[in-house]
């Protein structure tokens, strides 16, 4: 298909421009296949560059002169990164010619006729992002030890199609008992390494066991999962299911795995049902912004809707569930077992926020780059399928926010600890803007099989080769960043929570992040020099007391 065919008009003059916090401008549109492109020269060159793929829906509102003849009017573009333009098209007929090539091109579904098939770096990349975090090197440590190896028993792809070729088990399982088990884990997702922590205890994912009504048991999945208890201990199971989700599942083959069974482990539930409901979790997320784009309600009223749409809770209910992990695993060593239903949503979620709060490695620019990559892009998280539709668009089957809601999460810990991270919020932002809509390939498609098939290793760029480029990363370094190598605990308090301005309200007000953070700087550095002339004192405090009292004054006088 040609993109020719779907382009009703390709230029049109006079088009207005209109959206928040910016002057309109009176220029030209120019659709390309992949680009909606408004520029004017009236007062210096102002261009405004726009992926058909960010456009999430189209309005259009037609003028309706007195004479009741229709003449020109507004289309609305809706945009999967929140933002509304507005362009005012002074023909009917131009006005619907622009809308349908638009929504033609919008449309499409071909992840092959996506821009980042078509967009050539102008730089020389310094590095390939698809190749910097390997399984082998992510679990460097992990593979030095005598307890783990790596299997490729997935190296087809026909064990568990979401699967990578290469996954981190136990030693002592071998690739036949690896198979058999998956035959007893929904979608084949069969227990793998997620995280080692620095006591040894260990974080595991799967799909959800298919027990089923008649108690289906597996001993090649009971003998992977008891591999990992050492002797004297039992390790720890969360099923991220209520009660009647489970179930639900469990009239249709799936289920949790039995005490019986797993008398090595001892099993718990912990809901997060309102995460693995796509549609749930959607509807939240759409009236989230909603809220947020409500100019016109009072500050109670507005306080009570952000509320009422679930979407803080559902932020809250997973880093309260990730502490709960965390601390079986830091605090006991215990090791755990996470899953939901399929594997895709919660139990990502929950995985990875586990590993910010034990791991400080995650709370690095590169670190959260290779957590992305571990446990979502090569975990399965069908991005592309995710985020076929964003907030305004029609609802698509399968659509959800999970991973915004993984990085509005990510923002709550930056809130909390805004030194103990490398990166800034404007590096959770532009995570969310390209796993929507980009020139890097990043994010296509829902599996690592389908991007290989499909050649996204080959013939797109990695978002990860422009965000590393010296240039780039600078703007993302958090200046008030001072490496925590300890566990950090979020408060999960309702009033904790704190909206994200700069992503959901950034069209609606203006930001003063960077001046905040200059703020928060100026204070660390007095706050640094006063310590700094505390400590003078003492030593001063201390070297007259030594004169007036001898040798035998305390040191506790001085703090050394």
């Known amino acids: 298909m040609e993109f020719i065919e779907l382009i009703l008009i390709n230029k049109l003059d006079g088009v207005i421009l209109k959206y928040p916090h910016q002057e309109n401008i009176d220029g030209t549109v120019c659709i390309t296949g992949h680009h909606l492109i408004l520029s004017s020269r009236k007062e210096g060159v102002r261009e405004l560059w726009l992926l058909h793929k960010n456009i999430d829906c189209i309005e259009k509102k037609e003028n309706k002169p007195s004479s009741s003849i229709t003449q020109g009017g507004s289309l609305f573009l809706k945009c999967k990164d929140l933002r509304i333009f507005q362009l005012d098209i002074a023909s009917s007929t131009e006005l619907h010619q622009v809308a349908q090539t638009l929504e033609n091109l919008a449309g499409l579904q071909n992840p092959s006729l996506f821009y980042p098939f078509f967009y050539r770096h102008m730089n020389p990349i310094m590095e390939n992002g698809y190749t910097l975090y390997s399984v082998e090197g992510e679990f460097t440590k992990v593979l030095a030890t005598e307890e783990w190896r790596i299997s490729r028993v997935n190296q087809n792809y026909t064990i568990c199609p979401a699967y990578p070729k290469s996954v981190v088990v136990p030693k002592n399982i071998d690739d036949e008992t690896l198979a058999t088990a998956a035959s007893f884990r929904q979608g084949g997702r069969f227990p793998v390494l997620s995280y080692r922590h620095n006591n040894g205890a260990v974080l595991l994912r799967a799909g959800q066991p298919l027990y089923g009504p008649k108690h289906r048991r597996c001993r090649a999945d009971e003998a992977l999962l008891n591999a990992v208890v050492s002797v004297g201990m039992k390790g720890v199971i969360y099923d991220l299911r209520g009660s009647s989700a489970i179930s639900q599942h469990q009239n249709k083959g799936g289920g949790t795995e039995s005490n019986s069974n797993y008398s090595q482990w001892r099993i718990y539930n912990r809901s997060m049902d309102d995460v693995d409901n796509q549609q749930q979790l959607l509807d939240s997320f759409s009236k989230l912004i909603e809220a947020c784009n409500d100019k016109e309600i009072s500050s109670d009223k507005w306080i009570s809707k952000l509320e009422s749409c679930g979407w803080p ?68 998280h069908p991005f592309g399928t995710r985020h076929r539709c964003g907030v305004y668009g029609a609802p698509q089957p399968r659509a959800a926010p999970t991973f915004p809601l993984f990085l509005d999460c990510a923002r709550q810990f930056l809130e909390q600890f805004p030194c103990s991270f490398e990166y800034r919020q404007s590096f959770l932002v532009t995570l969310f803007e390209h796993s929507y809509a980009s020139q890097f390939g990043t994010f296509l498609c829902d599996s690592e099989q389908e991007r290989e098939s499909r ?40 009033m904790s929570f704190v909206i994200w301005e700069e992503l959901y309200l950034r069209w609606q007000i203006e930001q003063r992040t960077e001046q905040r953070e200059e703020q928060y700087k100026a204070i660390r550095t007095r706050e640094q020099q006063l310590r700094a002339q505390a400590q003078q004192l003492r030593r001063e405090l201390y070297e007259i007391a030594h004169q007036y009292y001898g040798p035998d004054v305390k040191d506790t006088l001085c703090d050394k």
């Open 313 to 380: 809770e559902s932020v809250r209910n997973a880093l309260h569930t990730a502490c709960i992990v965390a601390q079986h695993i830091h605090q006991k060593a215990e090791p755990v077992l996470i899953h939901g239903s399929r594997g895709e949503d919660a139990t990502l979620l929950v995985c990875s926020l586990v590993q910010i709060i034990l791991n400080p490695d995650c709370r690095t620019i590169r670190g959260l780059q290779a957590l992305i990559e571990r446990e979502w892009l090569q975990a399965g």
């Open 455 to 494: 050649g996204v290793y080959t013939q797109t760029t990695s978002l990860w080769s422009w965000v590393n480029q010296p240039d780039e990363l600078s703007g993302y370094i958090n200046p008030l960043y001072e490496p925590t190598p300890t566990v950090i605990w979020p408060s999960v308090a309702p």
